[in-house]
Structures are given as structure tokens and as C-alpha cells.
């Protein structure tokens, strides 16, 4: 799906799991290949101002240009890609200050939505999390930053699936979608996964003790930290 004239040799290869289109799951069409896309873009494996068709995505993902044309609509209302006249579809430069804003107003509002959803949680719903936690273990272990980035946002999206103001949930899963690149983080920065990962354990800690107030200074510590990460990785970038 990408048409460039003369790809670097240098350039990072996605491993198999990033270029298989994701299994169905309820999803549409148009959000697996949205999603495939928007994770080969934030991992690097398709850099900015890169070539994306409607045809490659037709024939990569064997459907119609109708769903194909969806993910790229999907793609761009997240700042993913552009539409350049006469040009087609490319990779977005990224804006290092619309991924901070994003993430700033993101910080402000999860916590309050994780003590919201603390309150609704089953049990299963706790035994989920700490099964997610085991895996980000082994990711962190094994400095894996794409894996542990991509099981952070399943992680949050399973408590904010519990969250009662769906209002809320949805706005703030809106904001990580349009923050995509922020998950550079946990790549360029491989002691953030372990600092992360402790506070995950802490958060699901006091969501099984039923103690919000608990929960809510950690909630709040792990989005600071998030976003003074993302800031130190973001600056050394400009």
C-alpha cells in the first residue's frame, strides 16, 4: 500500500503481526483497516508524506473502495493523513503541539472516568486487567515498546469499557485515537514501560479495594507521568 520511488534501506520493517489485517471483532470494515493503518503510521513503518491509495487498500484488505474510502476519512479526521490536491493521500507531519494538547486534555478527564468505571467493574472485569498487566510484564521485560504500547491502550480502553458516562468514555477514547502518535513513548523511551507498568499495577490494586480516593491519586500521578514523558521524547524531536 505504500508507493514510494525509492524506499531508504535503512528503513524499519513492520513485523508480520503489524502488516496482517487485524481479526474481525464487531468491527466495521473500515475501522480494521483504519486501525492497521493507523498502527503501521504511529510505529514508523510509513513515514510522513508517504503515498496511501484507495486501490492498495481495496486490494490489501479485498473489499470494495466504498470501506477503503472510510478508513481514509477515519484516518484523516485524525490527523493521520492529508489530502493533497492532485496527490492522493499522504502521511501526516506530525504536530508535536496537537499531540500534547491532546494528551494534556486526555490527562485531565481520565482519571475522574477510571474512578467512575472502578465503581461499575465485576470481578471478571479485574482478573482481565491483571491478566493484561502479566503480558505487559513480558513486554516490558523483553523491551518491547510497540507491544506494551499497543496492550497500554487495550488496558485503558478495558476500564473505560465500564465507565456509566458513556459521554465521557467515548470523548476520551476520541482523544487517544487523535494522540496516536504519543504511543512513540514507549519506543524511544524504554524505562517509561516500567514506571508505567507499576502504576498499572497500583491502579488495578485499588480498583480491587473498592478505595477511590487511592485510585484517584494514582490515576492523576500515571497521566502526569504520561505526559511529562511524552513531552521529553516529543522536545528532543523538534
Not at 493521500?89 to 467512575?116: F, G, M, N, W
Not at 480502553?157 to 504519543?182: F, Q, V
Not at 507521568?225 to 511524552?230: A, E, R
Request: proline share 6%; aromatic share 4%; hydrophobic share 40%.
Amino acid at each position: 500500500m505504500i508507493d514510494t520511488p525509492s524506499p531508504s534501506p535503512r528503513r524499519p520493517q513492520p513485523p508480520a503481526a503489524a502488516l496482517a489485517p487485524p481479526p474481525v471483532d464487531g468491527r466495521t470494515k473500515s475501522a480494521i483497516i483504519a486501525d492497521s493503518v493507523r498502527t503501521r503510521i504511529v510505529e514508523g513503518y510509513l513515514a510522513p508524506g508517504e503515498r496511501i491509495t484507495l486501490r492498495m487498500l481495496a486490494e490489501e484488505f479485498d473489499c470494495s473502495a466504498i470501506p477503503a474510502r472510510e478508513a481514509m476519512r477515519l484516518l484523516e479526521s485524525d490527523k493521520l493523513i492529508i489530502f493533497v490536491p492532485h496527490g492522493g493521500a499522504r502521511v501526516a507531519d506530525v504536530s508535536v503541539d496537537d499531540i500534547i494538547h491532546l494528551t494534556e486534555a486526555r490527562a485531565l478527564l481520565e482519571p475522574e472516568a477510571t474512578c467512575l468505571a472502578a465503581q461499575k467493574i465485576d470481578h471478571a472485569g479485574i482478573e482481565r486487567l491483571e491478566i493484561m498487566l502479566g503480558k505487559m510484564s513480558s513486554l516490558s521485560l523483553a523491551d518491547d515498546g510497540d507491544g506494551y504500547s499497543r496492550l497500554n491502550r487495550a488496558f485503558h480502553s478495558a476500564i473505560l469499557a465500564h465507565c456509566p458516562n458513556r459521554h465521557l468514555a467515548d470523548l476520551i477514547d476520541n482523544l487517544w485515537d487523535k494522540a496516536e502518535w504519543g504511543r512513540i513513548v514507549h519506543r524511544l523511551d524504554p524505562g517509561h514501560t516500567r514506571v508505567s507498568l507499576g502504576q498499572h499495577e497500583e491502579i488495578v490494586a485499588a480498583i480491587r479495594a473498592g478505595e477511590l480516593d487511592r485510585l484517584r491519586k494514582v490515576a492523576i500521578a500515571h497521566s502526569r507521568f504520561g505526559l511529562q514523558s511524552l513531552r521529553r521524547v516529543l522536545t528532543r524531536r523538534r
